[in-house]
């Protein structure tokens, strides 16, 4: 690069031009540096509510990026404003700057591509039904219960025998595996190869911590640092000590330019293919493309304004142009998630506010939660929105792309959580089914309960508290291996997902004691395990519950009493989540 050194009389500092432009440049620096410290800053403190989404962008990441983009935009209204000042003043700025500014874009990217691959695969592994929670009874039957040669035998006949043989095992107890994803039934080597590379995503995740990508970023800014140093040492025109404004020739900005040509012809364009077909809910492919497109265009600008215009260059220089990086770059990887995040958290507001979902802090029994909440007024806006989103539950198609926007979101594990819940409803009423088969008592009994059924008419022991594996019942297990498992499928499209367990049973069965519904001892393994994979604040698949709500739960799986409304709370958390949370951001991108 080279500056023409012969000054154009009317630019010479002192002249009216060269005061009007450094005035005019000066009024412009002011306006940008309280445009950014006002956005970055509420960009911090906004962040800090969960419901923004906004921390799930890596805030400090984005602290970081803004820092050097506004270290870029200085150097170029600088420059603007008075064009031959410090060289060495260009030259850090110049380097630390867009070195801070790319390396945070590239590590955000890889944060984001890292998290949003482990939300997908395990959304693909683990969905419990194709499609929608409230599938089809032949669907089901077929995919989950006869269907498929997945099991390694040989043979399905699709008979009810054959079907039960699969979800129970020889001891009687469910199959924890055996309620997995359609993927699993119908191709098996598939579902390997989906598990294998979850797992490598999973290992990539210790790298995607603040920690270590600010370790990562904190060592390319002492490379900047030291490959600046070395230059002032080094280069006459860019030293501390005489101080030079006549950059003759600019050969300083050389390796820091080889660095950001490397950054937008390779490593950005390598990672926009990679995230290209995602479903980009935090805009990173956005960010990617605004930063690439823009920081080829401005370089080849300033090059041919530095290199080919150089009159042109003494009115308005070319590196000027750099601010332009820099502003975009604010204006997309802060304002516009920014502005987007309080419009959401203003519709989930209102939405939570007037919900029949919302829950109080002190969450009551499911039945009566449902019935104060009814009776609470609510705009007609809210409730058709929230009766979309229930029918959207319980439709193929609208879930099956719901549960993949989910995912894109993070929040495969909510997801995940409710079809679990699903399949446990599922396998209640199965088992109620052919419990009651078993001990002849009438559908409607006066006072009906698992803990009334134990054993072939026995009663339970230990007033009903501790339902544990290793007291099966084989009789219950023999009468269900004997039953029509068709039932199974069709308990899907009994009730549907805003339905607890408990009301379930009590719309079937009116009669029965709601302080006696206890899950059934075949039961107590899958409870254990949703507990562990989605309360347990310790697990990485956990739904993030409120605090009284997971120590609720805990307290009783402890106890082992395991009431069939033992997960109802955390169950109505969920939905409020899905619904205020991501079916928010899912129909404004719609």
């Known amino acids: 690069m080279a500056d023409d050194t012969e000054i154009l009389p009317d630019w010479v500092r002192g002249t009216p031009n060269y005061r009007t432009r450094a005035y005019v440049v000066m009024g412009v620096g002011l306006a940008y540096l309280l445009f950014v410290l006002v956005t970055t800053a509420m960009f911090i403190v906004v962040a800090r509510n969960k419901r923004s989404g906004l921390e799930k962008r890596s805030a400090k990441l984005v602290l970081f990026q803004a820092l ?28 630390v ?63 009810a025998s054959s079907a039960a043989h699969q979800l129970i095992d020889s001891a009687g107890m469910i199959k924890p595996g055996r309620l997995g994803s359609a993927i699993s039934r119908s191709n098996p080597h598939e579902r390997i190869r989906l598990e294998q590379r979850l797992r490598k995503y999973r290992r990539l995740l210790r790298f995607t911590t603040d ?47 080889a660095i950001i040509v490397v950054y937008l012809f390779v490593v950005f364009p390598v990672i926009l293919w990679r995230v290209w077909r995602n479903n980009d809910a935090y805009g990173i492919r956005n960010d990617l493309i605004v930063c690439d497109t823009v920081g080829i265009l401005v370089m080849i600008t300033t090059l041919v304004w530095v290199l ?30 920014l502005v987007h ?17 919302a829950i109080p802090a002190s969450a009551s029994a499911p039945v009566a939660l449902f019935l104060a909440t009814q009776q609470r007024p609510r705009p007609a806006g809210v409730s058709r929105r929230r009766a979309e989103f229930n029918g959207m539950l319980d439709s193929a198609s609208d879930y099956h792309k719901f549960r993949q926007f989910a995912a894109s979101c993070f929040c495969s594990e909510l997801t995940s959580f409710i079809e679990e819940y699903q399949v446990l409803k599922s396998l209640v009423l199965v088992l109620l089914d052919h419990q009651i088969a078993k001990s002849g008592n009438s559908p409607h ?15 339970q022991d230990s007033g009903g508290a501790g339902l544990r594996p290793n007291r099966l019942s084989q009789s219950i297990a023999e009468s269900i291996l004997s039953q029509d498992m068709v039932a199974f499928a069709e308990s899907f499209q009994r009730t549907g997902v805003t339905v607890s367990i408990l009301d379930t ?12 519904l206890v899950f059934p001892k075949q039961l107590a393994a899958k409870v254990l395990a949703i507990h562990s994979e989605f309360v347990d604040p310790a697990s990485l698949t956990s739904v993030n519950a409120s605090p009284h709500v997971v120590r609720k739960i805990s307290a009783r799986i402890d106890s082992g009493y395991y009431h069939v409304s033992i997960f109802d709370d955390i169950k109505d958390e969920v939905l409020l989540m899905l619904y205020s949370d991501v079916y928010t951001r899912y129909i404004a991108k719609k």
């Open 68 to 95: 050097g983009c506004y270290l870029v935009g200085v150097d170029g209204l600088v420059t603007a404003a008075l064009n031959n000042w410090a060289c060495f003043g260009k030259l850090w700025l110049f380097n």
């Open 97 to 159: 700057g867009f070195v801070m500014s790319l390396a945070a874009m590239s590590a955000r990217a890889f944060h984001l591509f890292v998290v949003y691959r482990v939300h997908e695969l395990a959304s693909r592994l683990s969905s419990k039904v194709p499609g929608a929670i409230a599938a089809s009874g032949n669907s089901i039957q077929s995919q989950q219960l006869g269907g498929g040669d997945g099991d390694g035998d040989g043979e399905s006949d699709g008979s």
């Open 211 to 257: 920690r270590v990508l600010l370790v990562y970023l904190g060592l390319l800014l002492l490379f900047a640092i030291a490959l600046t140093l070395v230059i002032n040492a080094t280069d006459k025109q860019f030293a501390l000590r005489p101080v030079n404004i006549v950059c003759e020739f600019m050969w300083g900005f050389i390796p820091c330019l």
């Open 308 to 337: 080919r215009l150089h009159e042109t260059q003494q009115i308005w220089p070319g590196l000027s142009f750099i601010w332009v990086y820099a502003l975009f770059i604010h204006i997309s990887s802060v304002l516009v998630p």
């Open 341 to 357: 995040s309080i419009n959401h958290m203003r519709r989930a507001n209102d939405d939570s506010a007037a919900s029949d979902a």
């Open 445 to 459: 009994a006066k006072s009906l309960g698992f803990s009334a059924l134990d054993s072939a008419g026995e009663k």
């Open 505 to 516: 049973v009590n719309d079937k069965y009116p009669g029965t004691n709601p302080e006696e």
